[in-house]
């Protein structure tokens, strides 16, 4: 049974994101460890923590929710950010 851990600063993504990060690891982990079982579904365990950006430090610095979203392209849930 995998247990995947999302660790995130609080105020990040919405909840419709959440649903989507959620959807789409238990998806992936279907595909990779479960062989594309789709019964394996009920065995994939996905938990999303947020935490406060003052238990956050990117290059020293403590990050605010701003700065952090700041730093990606601006999307909609489900649309790839490409590099």
């Given at each position: 049974?995998?247990?995947v851990h999302?660790?995130?600063?609080?105020?990040?993504?919405?909840?419709d994101q959440?649903?989507?990060?959620?959807?789409?690891?238990?998806?992936?982990?279907?595909?990779?460890?479960?062989?594309?079982?789709?019964?394996?579904?009920?065995?994939?365990?996905?938990?999303?923590?947020?935490?406060?950006?003052?238990?956050?430090?990117?290059?020293?610095?403590?990050?605010?929710?701003?700065?952090?979203?700041?730093?990606?392209?601006?999307?909609?849930?489900?649309?790839?950010?490409?590099?």
């Amino acid at each position: 049974m995998p247990f995947v851990h999302v660790q995130t600063v609080d105020g990040i993504l919405s909840s419709d994101q959440k649903s989507e990060m959620l959807r789409r690891i238990t998806d992936l982990m279907v595909e990779i460890e479960g062989r594309g079982d789709p019964s394996f579904r009920s065995s994939v365990w996905v938990r999303i923590d947020e935490h406060a950006p003052s238990q956050w430090s990117i290059g020293g610095v403590m990050p605010t929710p701003e700065m952090i979203a700041a730093r990606f392209p601006k999307t909609t849930v489900g649309e790839a950010i490409s590099d």
